[in-house]
């Protein structure tokens, strides 16, 4: 699926791309109804097939939603899954250790 501006990042940083998704109906000639998560909600579910990217489906591009647990004060904890790759780049007058998690 085509991204949008309502997709948190805009302009020339914002993906040309997201997904992807499940089409869940086609809808008269040229439209398809999208099964969206709930991130992006408020966005219609329907989409023009121009707007709409063929996917070899693939197991292991399934994503999985999870959640996240807000407190009271709308904040949450981040904690790192596993460090995949470590790199230590050296400068002139001192080494900046790098972390892949």
């Known amino acids: 699926m085509r991204g949008a501006k309502g997709f948190g990042v805009r302009r020339k940083l ?10 869940l109906e086609h809808m008269g000639v040229v439209a398809y109804r999208v099964a969206l998560p709930p991130k992006i909600a408020g ?13 070899a489906h693939n197991s292991s591009h399934v994503l999985e939603y999870e959640p996240v647990e807000l407190r009271e004060d709308m904040t949450y904890e981040e904690y790192p ?10 400068l002139q007058n001192h080494t900046i250790p790098y972390v892949k998690v």
Do not use: D, Q, T, W
């Open 81 to 90: 899954v596993c460090i995949l790759a470590r790199e230590a780049r050296k």
């Open 43 to 55: 966005i219609h579910n329907m989409f023009h097939v121009s707007h709409l990217r063929k996917c």
């Open 14 to 23: 914002s993906p040309r791309y997201i997904g992807p998704y499940e089409i």
